[in-house]
């Protein structure tokens, strides 16, 4: 199985900051890598595929970035409604999730 | 308009067996993937598996192939996630998610909690 490791798993951020997610793959995953948004009660909302693909509708201060092992969610300048948990997932060889990051207001 | 509707709460003892329909309107079944992801309390997304409405075939984690069966009903639109052999662990809420393709899941359904208790 494909081991997915995010990191951090929580940090604390000021709105109008960057913040910088990373998630690292066991194996070589190509592009396969998406980034999901999660709020409390509710069901993720994927924010980026193929690893640096935008999702319709989705804000231009999400971006995602590498391939292979390395893989970075950037968030450029920080929004109140941005506060949730991200996840990254691999899909090369059926779905892993990385445990996730919480995001949390400074 | 796409709806994927789930069933209800569920409440059932170590070593019963659990099964949570996911209802879809509003677009053609057949044409998409379904996955089911489960979240415990408190914890991260876990992926179980998915089914191929279209032909019924299916892919499981592995961790959990031998005690889960995805199933699908054409003719009302539904899938079926069933879950043998229930622990304390298999706690979670449940979430059925249609697979869009290379862009990933667009619609979830609404969650159906599971609880597993003596």
């Known amino acids: 199985d494909i081991q997915m490791t995010q990191s951090p798993s929580s940090l604390s951020a000021s709105v109008g900051d960057r913040v910088t997610i990373t998630c690292r793959a066991s194996?070589?995953?190509?592009?396969?890598l998406y980034w999901y948004q999660q709020k409390p009660g509710k069901a993720p909302k994927v924010l980026i595929y193929?690893?640096?693909s935008l999702r319709s509708g989705v804000p231009s201060r999400f971006s995602g970035s590498g391939s292979g092992t390395d893989f970075t969610l950037t968030i450029s300048s920080l929004q109140p409604e941005d506060f949730a948990t991200y996840y990254c997932?691999?899909?090369?060889?059926?779905?892993?999730f990385g445990q996730g990051t919480r995001v949390e207001i400074k | 308009q796409v709806h994927l509707v789930q069933s209800g709460t569920e409440v059932k003892k170590p070593g019963a067996s659990v099964k949570v329909s996911c209802r879809a309107s509003?677009?053609?079944?057949?044409?998409?993937?379904m996955h089911w992801v489960r979240q415990a309390p408190g914890r991260g997304l876990e992926w179980m598996g998915i089914i191929n409405p279209n032909t019924s075939g299916t892919s499981y984690a592995q961790n959990l192939q031998d005690r889960l069966t995805m199933t699908r009903d054409t003719s009302t639109s539904i899938v079926y996630m069933e879950l043998s052999s229930l622990r304390s662990e298999d706690t979670a809420v449940y979430y059925c998610?249609?697979?869009?393709?290379?862009?990933?899941?667009?619609?979830w359904g609404q969650g159906t909690l599971v609880t597993v208790s003596s």
């Open positions: 998610a249609r697979d869009l393709g290379a862009p990933g899941v667009d619609y």
């Open positions: 193929a690893a640096s």
């Open positions: 509003g677009y053609t079944f057949s044409n998409y993937y």
């Open positions: 194996q070589n995953i190509d592009n396969q």
């Open positions: 997932q691999q899909s090369y060889t059926s779905w892993t």
